[in-house]
């Protein structure tokens, strides 16, 4: 008989477990040996050794994230910079030409625009919003387009549909950061995207105690980037494998809560009279909620919002705040709090922040699974102190 892996309820919990059960073990044991008997392998990429991300904790996470978001394949990386470093190492190189959304991921900018330049890679931003300024942007070398399922800090959703369509029209591979939907509310493989990364860190993982990331899409994508991994070195540790595998077997429960408890924060904020603005997608008045409504399963645990009061009352409700932790990442258990001016987007100037609508007193809250009356109570005290 084999098993009903239809929903991903049941996919988090056994797509890629190895069957039979190794010695009957319920979880996955963890194989801390860095090379493994010679079995007659012919290819260097299939010797068993960690480097090469085999080891059979590797194997059963990458049959589980493809599982996940119904995809051909999939790794897992050192970090969820090391997949996108990889990915891009493997697919461009000295006269490629590469678009991407011009609010990014901090790490991600940094490496664009402070190293692309070196590697004889050239680069523009585009606008997600503004489908008609793409084919300005478009070069007889342009590659691939990458863009941010849900941008930070501004949790904007871009024309992802109109993307895709642009992308299969000019034969470029399409890449999407899907780290702040995770593959509860978004499986970018099911729209047409070639190439889904992750940091693991976050969601996926869920206890804020490991880093490690993921490129989930198309084989023969996958299996490039996973060689170009191999020289590079960014493998996962078995033992932060272990600790990932542990974390997205309760990703679906982590994040329908979430999902709920921060769309409830979102809303409460919104009617605060403190509050200036709040950015969430769920929310009917985010200019990509529409978008959110059509392509998502759920809106995220993500949001941020403005003070009347600018940076000074900014300050005061991280201080005042006791439950939400300030620290920056995100997609943890615990609530986390922090003014993306002094934490993700510090390596921007003021000027550059403001360009793209980040003003300097936006608080970013990555909501946990703390009872949400419980945050609402302490947001409450917080914002009269
Ligand atoms: C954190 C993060 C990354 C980088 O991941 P690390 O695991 O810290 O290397 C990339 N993209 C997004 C959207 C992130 O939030």
């Known amino acids: 008989m084999t098993k009903p892996l239809r929903h991903i309820e049941t996919k988090l919990i056994h797509a890629g477990e190895p069957e039979p059960l190794i010695m009957g073990a319920v979880s996955m044991p963890i194989f801390q040996s860095s090379t493994f008997e010679y079995a007659g392998q012919k290819s260097y990429h299939d010797l068993k050794y960690i480097r090469l991300n085999n080891t059979p904790n590797h194997v059963a996470l990458h049959q589980k994230l493809a599982a996940l978001e119904n995809a051909e394949a999939a790794i897992v990386t050192a970090s969820g910079m090391a997949a996108i470093t990889t990915t891009l190492l493997a697919l461009l190189g000295p006269g490629d030409h590469f678009l991407a959304q011009e609010c990014l991921y901090g790490g991600t900018h940094d490496f664009l625009t402070k190293d692309f330049a070196t590697l004889g ?131 679906a429960v982590r994040i329908k809560y979430q999902n709920k408890s921060a769309l409830e924060i979102a809303k409460y904020l919104e009617n605060h009279p403190a509050i200036k603005m709040v950015n969430h997608p769920g929310l009917e008045s985010n200019p990509g909620h529409q978008r959110a409504r059509d392509l998502f399963d759920g809106y995220g645990g993500m949001l941020s919002f403005e003070l009347k009061d600018g940076v000074n009352a900014a300050e005061r409700i991280i201080k005042n705040i006791t439950l939400p932790i300030s620290a920056p990442s995100l997609g943890g258990v615990e609530s986390l709090i ?42 409450d005290q917080a914002l009269k102190g």
């Open 121 to 251: 890679i050239s680069f523009d931003f585009i606008d997600g919003d503004d489908q008609d300024s793409w084919k300005i942007k478009l070069r007889s070398n342009t590659k691939a387009v990458y863009v941010e399922t849900i941008t930070n800090p501004l949790m904007q959703v871009a024309d992802l549909k109109s993307l895709i369509e642009f992308t299969k029209t000019h034969d470029l591979i399409s890449i999407i950061d899907n780290t702040f939907a995770s593959p509860i509310n978004f499986r970018p493989s099911e729209w047409g995207f070639d190439l889904s990364l992750h940091s693991c860190t976050k969601y996926l993982n869920g206890h804020s105690d490991i880093v490690a990331g993921a490129v989930i899409g198309r084989a023969d994508l996958v299996e490039k980037i996973l060689h170009k991994l191999n020289h590079l070195g960014a493998s996962l540790d078995p033992h932060a494998c272990f600790l990932l595998h542990r974390g997205i077997k309760t990703l």
């Open 338 to 379: 922090t003014r993306p001016a002094t934490t993700s987007h510090s390596g921007m100037s003021s000027k550059e922040r403001q360009s793209l609508g980040i003003s300097d007193s936006l608080v970013r809250l990555s909501v946990g699974i703390e009872a949400t009356e419980d945050i609402i109570e302490d947001f």
